[in-house]
């Protein structure tokens, strides 16, 4: 029996040794100690033996009992840790590894400039208004003093949703919203976007962004224009700007005028940025004309007001020296990447 002993001491420790992993040794332990083992089976029959013998062999299987379950669990304390070490090592991270790089966007153009106007135009306490794109015609040309038959309408053409639904021509129709609903004094500018039905080219677009802006109040007069866009182009475009207000013709303002800005690349000598004209049109304006003043509720003996409209397109082609509008909507990165 002692043989048999020494012999499954071999076995059984050799069995442990080379089980593969976690399930096969727990598999071993079963057979090695479990009631169907043979150490089981050799302990069974102990009764036979004489009471000398059976302590000794006692004696024996009880430790080859306790050296199979020391070494079964420092093959499973062995499994484990190289388990914690393949973890470990799948899971490190390297912190001096570099990061990868997040794409970062930029404002467009065409905002970088929006930003710029509207943020001189808080500072001297006007309101920023948002109004529909899609707008009714009422708001559009009739209360702006340009009836159905109107020919200012012919250099408006639009896109008819029904016949008084369109998409909005100008930004002047919120000069109507917001004097129907708010009364002076009123200090607005409105930026968006603008419809007409042109065809694409290098210098017109069917969709384009303009810039309202009104004033209303007691007293206001042309002089406050002057010099409200004066202070404007000098902010926008430095101290030494020279603007020129020339007459024109809206109809909803009276008088109208536009403004010109002496050409900043050649300073007045002509050049192609301003067609050799010396002087680069910049935006139309006006004293509010007193119909559209009353059609909005607000009496013209009490109250005077002036309003603008600005093309931001053409004021940022000409702030970047840009030829061709087309690449302000193409959306090509080598373009938009130039600016910050
Ligand atoms: N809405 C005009 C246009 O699109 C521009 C304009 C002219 C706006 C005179 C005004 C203004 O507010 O007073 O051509």
């Known amino acids: 029996m002692k043989n048999q002993l020494e012999q499954l001491r071999q076995k ?49 299987a009880n430790q080859l009992h306790a050296d199979i379950e020391h070494s079964l669990d420092e093959k499973k304390a062995a499994f484990s840790a190289a388990a914690l070490e393949q973890r470990l090592s799948q899971e490190r991270i390297d912190v001096t590894a570099p990061g990868s790089p997040i794409p970062l966007g930029r404002r467009h153009p065409l905002y970088l400039v929006l930003d710029e106007i509207k943020e001189i135009f808080v500072g001297m306490g006007y309101e920023i208004a948002d109004g529909p794109e899609v707008e009714y015609d009422k708001y559009n040309f009739e209360m702006l003093n340009i009836p159905r038959d109107h020919p200012a309408r012919d250099t408006q ?19 109507v919203r917001t004097m129907l609903k708010q009364k002076p004094p009123i200090r607005i500018i409105v930026p968006g976007r603008v419809y ?30 002057k010099a409200t866009l004066e202070v404007i182009a000098q902010r926008l475009y430095g101290e030494d700007v020279v603007l020129r207000f020339r007459p024109s013709h809206f109809p909803f303002t009276e008088p109208s005028v536009e403004v010109d800005m002496r050409c900043f690349s050649c300073h ?14 910049i935006l139309g304006s006006g004293m509010v004309h007193p119909r559209v003043l009353a059609g909005c ?24 020296e840009i030829d061709d509008l087309r690449l302000l909507y193409e959306n090509d990165l080598r373009f938009l990447r130039q600016f910050n």
């Open 12 to 60: 059984a420790l050799q069995a442990v040794e080379t089980t593969g992993d976690l399930a096969a040794l727990e598999q071993a332990r079963v057979d090695l100690l479990g009631k169907k083992s043979a150490l089981s089976a050799i302990m069974k029959q102990m009764g036979a033996l004489s009471a000398e013998e059976r302590r000794e062999v006692g004696r024996l």
């Open 157 to 175: 053409d639009t896109f008819y949703i029904t016949e008084n639904i369109l998409l909005r021509t100008q930004t002047s129709p919120m000069q």
């Open 196 to 225: 007409r039905s042109d065809d694409v080219d290098a210098t017109h677009s069917p969709i384009f962004h303009q810039i309202e802006g009104l004033v209303v109040d007691e007293g206001i007069t042309l002089g406050d224009l």
């Open 268 to 281: 007045g000598e002509g050049c192609p940025l301003c067609k050799q004209a010396g002087w680069i049109e």
């Open 297 to 320: 509720g607000i009496d013209p003996d009490i109250y005077s007001g002036w309003a603008f409209g600005i093309g931001l397109e053409r004021m940022v082609m000409r702030m970047y």
